[in-house]
C-alpha cells in the first residue's frame, strides 16, 4: 500500500491516514467549495480515484465548472474518469429511497476499481442535505458501518453537512459517528475530534488520531520537525502533541516511548532496531 498519510489540500487537517472518516459542517456554497476543491485536488495530484457527491443548489454541471477554474488539468482528470461527479439522489436515493447495503456496495465497487486502474486509493465526499428527520437513524447506522468498512482501505472520506438543516442534537450525533469534525467559525477554521471515555486500562485509547500518528512517527526516530513535514503540522503543534500523548501514556523520554510503542506492537522488531 501506498504511504498511510494523505494530503488534504486543508492546511486545518494537515494529513490524513487511510481509513479517516471526517465531517464538514458548512453554511454557504463558498463554505463547501473552499473545503472541497483543495481536497479534490491534491487527490487528483497524487493519483487517487476521486468521488463527489453533490446537491442541490450545486448541480453536477456547476461542479464541473468550479473544478475546471480551481484545478489545472481539470478536463483531462474529468474525461478519464479519475474524478466522478453524481448527485445525490443517484448515489444515495436511487429508486427513491435509502440503502445502507446498496451505498456500501458501491463504494467497495469504486474502491474495486482504484485498485483496478491503478490509482494508489480513493477520497470521497458525500453531500447529506437531502437528509430528511425521518431519515437521520438510519444515516446513523450507515455512517457506523461505514467507519468499520473504511478502517483497513485505502479510502478517505469527507461528509458534508449543511448546518442550517442540523439541530444541536443533530450536530452531536454526526460528530460522534466521525472522527472529527471541521468547520469555519467567525471566518477561521475548526477542527473537533470525538473521543469517547476509556474503560481500558492501556491509555493508548484516550489519544486522538493526530497523537497516535506522532507517536508512531516518534517512535520510528524522526525528529519533531521531520514530523512536522510529514504531518504539514507545524513544529509547536507536534511538540505540544508530543507532550500530551507522553502524558497521557506515562512515559518520560524517548526510550519509554520506543519501549511503550514496541510492547504495544506499534513497531516491529527490525523497526526498533
Not at 437521520?136 to 447506522?141: G, L, P, S
Not at 458501518?145 to 442540523?166: F, G, H, W
Not at 497516535?212 to 513535514?229: K, M
Not at 510529514?230 to 519501549?259: C, F, Y
Request: glycine share 6%.
Amino acid at each position: 500500500m501506498t504511504t498511510p498519510f494523505r494530503k488534504t489540500g486543508l492546511p486545518i487537517l494537515g494529513e490524513m491516514s487511510w481509513g479517516s472518516h471526517c465531517c464538514h459542517f458548512f453554511e454557504t456554497r463558498r463554505d463547501l467549495l473552499d473545503t472541497l476543491l483543495p481536497y479534490f485536488k491534491v487527490g487528483l495530484e497524487a493519483g487517487e480515484l476521486c468521488v463527489w457527491i453533490v446537491h442541490a443548489p450545486m448541480t453536477e454541471a456547476a461542479a464541473r465548472r468550479e473544478l475546471r477554474q480551481a484545478v489545472p488539468g481539470a478536463d483531462r482528470y474529468l474525461t478519464d474518469g479519475s474524478i466522478e461527479i453524481v448527485s445525490s439522489g443517484e448515489w444515495y436515493l436511487k429508486g427513491g429511497r435509502f440503502s445502507l447495503k446498496r451505498v456500501m456496495r458501491a463504494w467497495d465497487a469504486r474502491l474495486a476499481q482504484a485498485a483496478a486502474r491503478g490509482y494508489s486509493g480513493m477520497r470521497a465526499n458525500g453531500n447529506t442535505a437531502w437528509l430528511e428527520r425521518k431519515d437521520w437513524k438510519r444515516f446513523e447506522d450507515y455512517e457506523a458501518t461505514l467507519n468499520e468498512a473504511m478502517a483497513q482501505k485505502p479510502m478517505i472520506l469527507i461528509c458534508s453537512y449543511d448546518v442550517k438543516r442540523c439541530g444541536a442534537v443533530e450536530v452531536l450525533d454526526v460528530a460522534r459517528s466521525h472522527q472529527f469534525a471541521i468547520a469555519k467559525r467567525l471566518g477561521k477554521w475548526e477542527v473537533i475530534e470525538w473521543r469517547h471515555p476509556s474503560t481500558s486500562p492501556d491509555h493508548y485509547e484516550t489519544l486522538t488520531t493526530r497523537e497516535r500518528q506522532v507517536l508512531l512517527l516518534a517512535a520510528e526516530g524522526h525528529t519533531n520537525p521531520e514530523i512536522s513535514r510529514l504531518l504539514s503540522i507545524g513544529v509547536r503543534t507536534v511538540e505540544s502533541h508530543r507532550a500530551s500523548l507522553m502524558r497521557k501514556l506515562g512515559v518520560r523520554n524517548q526510550t519509554d516511548l520506543v519501549r511503550y510503542a514496541f510492547r504495544r506492537g506499534l513497531l516491529s522488531v527490525d523497526e526498533r532496531r
